[in-house]
Structures are given as structure tokens and as C-alpha cells.
């Protein structure tokens, strides 16, 4: 970049807990379900308590702590990669209000 070299990472959620990073992008995936957008559904995210119901479950537990590991690693920069059709523009209102930003790619 003009900026300079970058030194670029490719790793997993798990083996870069404890660290500290620059940026980081975190990448839907499938396990048992989307887990940004059962993050998102539940209510994390967007500033809403979960229901009980909705936040009960040990797949959902699992997936919100590897997200927070995640978002708690960089120092300027967390970027979530979602599929647009996993996101309501009900749910993008209710995150753009809480100061995210979204960007189609």
C-alpha cells in the first residue's frame, strides 16, 4: 500500500485469543446454522436483551463467546462479513443507530 507493507493473518477465532491485532474480519460461517445471523436474530449485536428463549441454547453460547473473542482483539478495526439476505433492514436500522456501518461488497 502507499502506506507501507501489511502483515496479513489468516486464523482462526481460537488461536488468536489473548492477542492483540490491528484489524480484524470475521467471516460467517456454518456450524449447525449461520452464526452471525443467530447472533444477530437473538438480539446480540443490536442492543437488545436476548429473550430467554432465544438466548438459551449451547451452539448460540458457543458462537457468541468465539465473536466476542473476536471483536475484543483489534485495535482499530472489526469488520463482521455477513451474507446481506442474513440481515434484516429491521435488524441493519436497529445496528446503523448503535454506530455501525454497512458496506455491500
Same mark, same amino acid.
Given at each position: 500500500?502507499?502506506?507501507?507493507?501489511?502483515?496479513?493473518?489468516?486464523?482462526?477465532?481460537?488461536?488468536?485469543?489473548? @492477542?492483540?491485532?490491528?484489524?480484524?474480519? +470475521?467471516?460467517? &460461517?456454518?456450524?449447525?446454522?449461520?452464526?452471525?445471523? $443467530? %447472533?444477530?436474530?437473538?438480539?446480540?449485536?443490536?442492543?437488545?436483551?436476548?429473550?430467554?428463549?432465544?438466548?438459551?441454547?449451547?451452539?448460540?453460547? @458457543?458462537?457468541?463467546?468465539?465473536?466476542? +473473542?473476536?471483536? &475484543?482483539?483489534?485495535?482499530?478495526?472489526?469488520?463482521? $462479513? %455477513?451474507?446481506?439476505?442474513?440481515?434484516?433492514?429491521?435488524?441493519?436500522?436497529?445496528?446503523?443507530?448503535?454506530?455501525?456501518?454497512?458496506?455491500?461488497?
Amino acid at each position: 500500500t502507499p502506506q507501507g507493507d501489511i502483515d496479513l493473518e489468516v486464523a482462526t477465532i481460537h488461536s488468536v485469543k489473548g @492477542e492483540t491485532l490491528e484489524a480484524v474480519l +470475521v467471516l460467517t &460461517t456454518f456450524f449447525h446454522g449461520h452464526d452471525l445471523k $443467530a %447472533i444477530i436474530e437473538s438480539g446480540y449485536l443490536r442492543g437488545v436483551r436476548p429473550t430467554p428463549q432465544k438466548a438459551k441454547g449451547k451452539i448460540l453460547a @458457543e458462537h457468541v463467546k468465539r465473536i466476542h +473473542v473476536a471483536m &475484543t482483539r483489534p485495535r482499530r478495526l472489526v469488520c463482521l $462479513a %455477513i451474507r446481506d439476505d442474513h440481515i434484516s433492514t429491521e435488524h441493519r436500522t436497529e445496528m446503523e443507530a448503535l454506530g455501525w456501518s454497512f458496506q455491500v461488497v
